[in-house]
């Protein structure tokens, strides 16, 4: 079956950076779009970023020039590269494609 599995959350001071990971299997990675999206305490799940299978980009208005999505095809993973975090970043960031998602993985940017 599908499975997505998201890691490197965690609490990071204003202005810090993380890199997040999904690692995806019991799909051809390699022809699927990817995306990440995140939900806040009490607002609604919103796409951060989403990148195809021939490699373009889109990004929230939000994040636009402090995030950045990649892929690496032969390790079946997905990259958020989440730069200049600001306190409003704070969610669950889950990793997609189609109809299925990953588990979710805590960011929290405090002082």
């Known amino acids: 079956q599908v499975q997505l599995v998201e890691s490197g959350g965690g609490l990071v001071q204003p202005g810090g950076s993380l890199r997040l990971s999904c690692a995806a299997s019991?799909?051809?990675?390699?022809?699927?779009?990817m995306g990440w999206f995140r939900q806040a305490p009490g607002k609604q799940r919103e796409l951060v970023a989403h990148?195809?299978?021939?490699?373009?980009?889109i990004y929230a208005e939000s994040v636009k020039g402090r995030f950045t999505i990649s892929r690496d095809n032969a390790k079946r993973t997905v990259y958020l590269q989440m730069n200049s975090l600001k306190p409003d970043d704070t969610a669950v960031y889950y990793c997609n494609t189609w109809d299925y998602w990953g588990q979710g993985t805590q960011v929290t940017v405090s002082s």
């Open positions: 990148i195809t299978s021939g490699g373009s980009t």
């Open positions: 019991g799909i051809i990675f390699r022809n699927n779009a």
